[in-house]
């Protein structure tokens, strides 16, 4: 019997309807995207009001499509954690009133752990124990993971997160919103050696991240101090591609330098991947070619689960095999706190 998964954290209304063995049988994703380009990142009561808008036909396509009624479901799961505060409301309000309406029992996501699970579901077996590399919009953490549910949180980024750097990064050369997969395709136009940006907290021993200071090198290649507004408008397309290419070495290099010593320290035997910056193919690349050099198994979430969608909601199933339901009471927890 099939659960509804629904997904609202950040700018993506989504909805699935998977089935007990796992399978997507319908899911409706629909991306904000063009609401929030204008102001050059998410802006949070316009993603809220536009989830409040999205939220009941998203769901209504995914049941549509899964060809099933309200009836044939056993569970309605929610991510409740972490994301923008009202855009996380709304998807647990719906949640608990569809279980409401239609007796259901609810079950909470944390949204970070359905990234990694995106990789479970794309590996035919078992991936744990791993390490979990979360490398995306909000977030930028390491995972010691015995299973899809037990995470220990080994560190993470203490200013920017990576996805965040690549949408700045982005935005500073004129990219457009979010930056992320623009800056991402002008890195393969460009030579990754032309300008030295810092690796920071490489060589720490520990499991922080940092990458506000790169972002802050790349300003100043733009348009260097004193100048007080950044502006590309002098740099061509090579240019551009360069400094694209360069600081996205930079970004990949700490990733996988600090993934390949978390799984020597753990012993684990795979790296699993997941979040929007796992569909950059130059880091996907590095940690192919690091997986076989330091020989772990890798799966990285395939690109169609890497950014916000609601098919990785299929970790619910986990928790139902556990036993584990949320009440009525369930809150929202927004990002305010590092760890998840
Ligand atoms: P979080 O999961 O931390 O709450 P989020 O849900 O907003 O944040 P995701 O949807 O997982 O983040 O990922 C979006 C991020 O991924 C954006 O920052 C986007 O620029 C980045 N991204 C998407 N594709 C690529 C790519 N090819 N290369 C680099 N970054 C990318
Ligand atoms: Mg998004
Ligand atoms: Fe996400």
């Given at each position: 019997?099939?659960?509804?998964?629904l997904?609202?954290?950040?700018?993506?209304?989504?909805?699935?309807?998977?089935?007990?063995?796992?399978?997507?049988?319908?899911?409706?994703?629909?991306?904000?995207?063009?609401?929030?380009?204008?102001?050059?990142?998410?802006?949070?009561?316009?993603?809220?009001?536009?989830?409040?808008?999205?939220?009941?036909?998203?769901?209504?396509?995914?049941?549509?499509?899964?060809?099933?009624?309200?009836?044939?479901?056993?569970?309605i799961?929610v991510?409740?954690?972490?994301?923008?505060?009202?855009?996380?409301?709304?998807?647990v309000?719906a949640a608990k009133?569809l279980?409401?309406?239609?007796?259901?029992?609810l079950?909470?996501?944390?949204?970070?752990?359905?990234?990694?699970?995106?990789?479970?579901?794309?590996?035919?077996?078992?991936?744990?124990?791993?390490?979990?590399?979360?490398?995306?919009?909000?977030?930028?953490?390491?995972?010691?993971?015995?299973?899809?549910?037990?995470?220990?949180?080994?560190?993470?980024?203490?200013?920017?997160?990576?996805?965040?750097?690549?949408?700045?990064?982005?935005?500073?050369?004129?990219?457009?919103?979010?930056?992320?997969?623009?800056?991402?395709?002008?890195?393969?136009?460009?030579?990754?050696?032309?300008?030295?940006?810092?690796?920071?907290?490489?060589?720490?021993?520990?499991?922080?991240?940092?990458?506000?200071?790169?972002?802050?090198?790349?300003?100043?290649?733009?348009?260097?101090?004193?100048?007080?507004?950044?502006?590309?408008?002098?740099?061509?397309?090579?240019?551009?591609?360069?400094?694209?290419?360069?600081?996205?070495?930079?970004?990949?290099?700490?990733?996988?330098?600090?993934?390949?010593?978390?799984?020597?320290?753990?012993?684990?035997?795979?790296?699993?991947?997941?979040?929007?910056?796992?569909?950059?193919?130059?880091?996907?690349?590095?940690?192919?070619?690091?997986?076989?050099?330091?020989?772990?198994?890798?799966?990285?979430?395939?690109?169609?689960?890497?950014?916000?969608?609601?098919?990785?909601?299929?970790?619910?199933?986990?928790?139902?095999?556990?036993?584990?339901?949320?009440?009525?009471?369930?809150?929202?927890?927004?990002?305010?706190?590092?760890?998840?």
């Open positions: 019997m099939p659960i509804l998964t997904e609202s954290t950040c700018d993506e209304t989504a909805a699935a309807v998977i089935a007990d063995d796992g399978a997507v049988l319908g899911q409706c994703i629909a991306t904000q995207e063009s609401l929030h380009e204008r102001f050059g990142g998410v802006v949070p009561e316009v993603a809220a009001r536009a989830h409040l808008e999205r939220l009941l036909p998203v769901i209504d396509t995914a049941i549509t499509q899964a060809g099933v009624t309200a009836d044939d479901l056993t569970a799961a991510a409740d954690r972490p994301g923008l505060a009202g855009s996380l409301l709304v998807g309000v009133t279980a409401v309406a239609w007796q259901k029992p079950v909470s996501i944390n949204h970070l752990h359905a990234h990694l699970y995106a990789c479970q579901m794309a590996s035919g077996q078992s991936v744990y124990p791993a390490i979990g590399l979360v490398v995306s919009g909000g977030h930028t953490s390491l995972y010691h993971c015995t299973s899809p549910l037990d995470l220990e949180y080994l560190g993470g980024t203490i200013d920017d997160a990576a996805g965040e750097a690549f949408d700045k990064v982005g935005a500073m050369l004129g990219l457009g919103f979010p930056g992320g997969p623009a800056v991402s395709r002008l890195a393969g136009e460009g030579n990754p050696k032309a300008h030295a940006y810092p690796r920071s907290m490489i060589g720490e021993s520990g499991y922080r991240f940092s990458f506000s200071g790169l972002k802050t090198a790349v300003r100043y290649t733009i348009s260097p101090p004193p100048a007080k507004e950044v502006s590309a408008d002098h740099l061509d397309r090579q240019a551009k591609a360069d400094i694209c290419a360069s600081f996205q070495a930079a970004v990949v290099d700490v990733l996988v330098r600090k993934s390949v010593r978390a799984i020597k320290q753990y012993r684990a035997g795979h790296l699993i991947v997941g979040g929007g910056v796992a569909a950059n193919p130059a880091l996907r690349d590095r940690l192919r070619e690091a997986s076989e050099k330091h020989a772990f198994r890798l799966v990285i979430a395939p690109p169609e689960l890497c950014t916000d969608n609601a098919a990785m909601g299929a970790i619910a199933l986990e928790k139902i095999k556990r036993g584990e339901f949320a009440g009525l009471d369930l809150d929202i927890t927004a990002g305010l706190q590092r760890g998840f």
